[in-house]
């Protein structure tokens, strides 16, 4: 903490695929143990995580809710600040603008599982789209979880990423 007892030195925490939000409570628990911040702080101000499923991003916040509840934040409270933290958002095909916007400046930790879907298997319209932003894997065989890499190490700002992918990726 700094003098002002602000709580510094921790990196906004981001699942750009979250999912049902695993990953997300993992890092909540990790910063809120391991700097002492109450875990309704950790969620607002240092997590953050996208999906382009409605009910993955449903499923994500009741998580949190739950996580949050569990450490006595009152319900209204845990469903703010739960909504803030996870929104529906494409993350392979947002403006990078939007993406760095709600990440805010500062050190950053991309983590995540993303979808080891291969782009064949999308529909037409997701193909062509995801085919256009992505140009440079246009050939061969590849999922999801490749344009995710990628698109991790375009977005501003200094940190790590940490994405798991299939073994035949590298």
Known sequence: RD?????????????????????????VEFVS??????????????????????????SSRETLQALMLWSGVPAADARRVAAAAVVV??????????????????????????????????PAAQRRQLLEAYPAFAKGSFSLSLLFLMRCLDLDGDGVCGIITQNNLF
């Open 3 to 27: 003098p002002a007892g602000q709580v510094s030195g921790i990196p906004m925490l981001c699942d750009p695929a979250c999912g049902a939000g695993v990953f997300l409570v993992a890092a």
């Open 89 to 122: 958002c494409d993350t392979l095909l947002a403006p990078i603008e939007s993406l760095n916007l709600q990440l805010g400046s500062g050190p950053r930790v991309l983590i995540g599982n993303p979808p080891y879907v291969k782009l064949q298997n999308l």
């Open 33 to 58: 143990h391991g700097y002492n911040v109450s875990v309704e702080n950790v969620v607002f101000s240092f997590i953050r995580g996208f999906d382009v499923s409605a009910h993955a991003v449903a």
